[in-house]
């Protein structure tokens, strides 16, 4: 049984906390400033915005790209260190945390972007 404790814990450190418990994909919603439709490109993914799109959860800054005429053409999507990753450096260390940074799924991006379109 002791031995048993030991190898949970020891995968726990190893894995990253981040990396077990997030999705390593994140639907992001889309929409524009003056409700009507726009093609958008995030991650060579285009749908029509008002829409949603999946994005890898990868670390890498998300631009949301358009060339519907009258809206900006590259909004940022904005992203923060998911809070589990936190709980990571304390229980899994400099281990789990580089996991995590490595994997990407330290990341959180905004649930919802708004590209500025003229009415």
């Not at 889309?30 to 029509?48: F, L, R």
């Not at 940022?76 to 990753?85: G, L, Y």
Request: hydrophobic share 40%; aromatic share 4%.
């Amino acid at each position: 049984m002791k031995k048993l404790l030991v190898l949970a814990c020891a995968t726990m450190m190893a894995s990253g906390c981040a990396s077990v418990m997030t999705a390593e994909s994140q639907s992001i919603n889309v929409t524009t400033s003056n409700n009507k439709p726009a093609e958008v490109t995030i991650d060579d993914k285009t749908v029509t915005a008002p829409g949603m799109v999946v994005v890898l959860r990868d670390g890498k800054d998300k631009v949301v790209k358009t060339k519907t005429a009258g809206c900006d053409n590259a909004t940022v999507v904005e992203k923060s260190v998911t809070p589990v990753f936190f709980g990571n450096i304390v229980i899994g260390g400099l281990l789990g945390s580089t996991t995590d940074g490595v994997t990407g799924k330290m990341w959180d991006y905004a649930d919802s972007v708004e590209i500025s379109c003229a009415e």
